[in-house]
């Protein structure tokens, strides 16, 4: 009497689309430049606002005089 002889597929492993983990990246990269340049332009106002309001109170050797 024969065996019969049972063979086991091997089931297909999903992975994640090449196209789709690409865009994840280059989402991730925008997000990071946007909120680096956000940073960069807040720092920038913030010193001109700091001149700008430095301008109007004088001072003379460090010591702020006031202006009556």
Same mark, same amino acid.
């Given at each position: 009497?024969?065996?019969? +002889?049972?063979?086991?597929? *091997?089931?297909?492993?999903?992975?994640?689309?090449?196209?789709? *983990?690409?865009?994840?990246?280059?989402?991730?990269?925008?997000? +990071?430049?946007?909120?680096?340049?956000?940073? !960069? +332009?807040? /720092?920038?106002?913030?010193?001109?606002? #700091?001149?700008?309001?430095?301008? *109007?109170?004088?001072?003379?050797? !460090?010591? *702020?005089?006031? /202006? #009556?």
């Amino acid at each position: 009497m024969r065996k019969k +002889l049972h063979h086991k597929k *091997s089931k297909a492993v999903r992975t994640r689309k090449p196209k789709e *983990s690409f865009l994840v990246l280059i989402r991730s990269w925008m997000l +990071l430049v946007m909120f680096a340049l956000m940073l !960069g +332009l807040g /720092a920038v106002v913030g010193t001109f606002f #700091n001149d700008k309001t430095a301008e *109007s109170a004088p001072t003379v050797a !460090g010591v *702020s005089i006031e /202006a #009556n």
